[in-house]
């Protein structure tokens, strides 16, 4: 049974690029969250989709977007990098969206 | 203040020392605590999880939960090399987990 999986794992962009992120939930999950993790700090909700809607959203700019597809996969986009946005972009996914989350191994921004 | 606190480390012990790691929170509507452990460049993984107040205990680990004072902890027995690791509180709210800073543990041959 797959756990969740991520794509790609290093991205190196530079400030003003765009970038998308792509996650495949666990199989069996429906919900998928999506955390900005930056060194040496916890993780910080962004968003959570379910039914291919966002349902909640953490305390980002609207650089930040996303979307769920009908397989429950799902993409975070980044429009105009800035330097801050350097980060570790983790994907967890759930059965429904109050139940335990499980993470995928992350995707290492870097923007220079 | 932040909705949860968590000592950032790092801490170091030997092979085979008690570790007691620790978060608190300011919430009293947060009602489940989970403990996740993050290898180096890996993404977190779900350890225990507890519910009411009192302790729960899987194998080296034990999760206690004290609501009265708002205090959560993780205690490792026996503690390997490893278990070195970062080791993150959360607590769901809304569906959105809100996480500690993490605390470093560094566990010695």
């Known amino acids: 049974d797959a756990g969740v999986t991520q794509s790609p794992t290093h991205l190196i962009k530079t400030r003003g690029q765009q970038v998308t992120l792509r996650c495949s939930p666990k199989s069996g999950h429906d919900t998928v969250s999506w955390y900005q993790q930056a060194l040496g700090q916890g993780p910080q909700f962004i968003f959570q989709?379910?039914?291919?809607?966002?349902?909640q959203r953490g305390n980002f700019p609207d650089r930040f977007s996303g979307h769920q597809f009908p397989n429950y996969s799902s993409e975070l986009n980044v429009n105009a990098l800035l330097l801050g946005d350097s980060a570790l972009y983790l994907c967890?996914?759930?059965?429904?969206?109050?139940?335990?989350?499980?993470f995928g191994p992350g995707t290492r921004l870097l923007v220079l | 203040q932040k909705e949860v606190e968590q000592d950032p480390g790092p801490l170091s012990v030997p092979e085979g020392a008690i570790v007691s790691l620790n978060c608190t929170y300011s919430n009293s509507a947060f009602q489940y605590f989970m403990w996740y452990r993050q290898y180096s460049r890996k993404g977190p993984e779900l350890l225990m999880y507890t519910y009411s107040s009192g302790n729960k205990e899987d194998g080296r680990f034990t999760a206690q939960v004290d609501k009265s004072s708002k205090y959560i902890s993780l205690f490792i027995r026996d503690s390997q090399p490893s278990d070195s690791a970062t080791y993150l509180c959360a607590t769901p709210h809304t569906g959105k987990l809100i996480f500690g800073q993490g605390t470093t543990l560094q566990v010695k041959p």
């Open positions: 989709y379910y039914e291919e809607e966002e349902r």
């Open positions: 967890a996914s759930s059965l429904g969206q109050l139940e335990t989350q499980y």
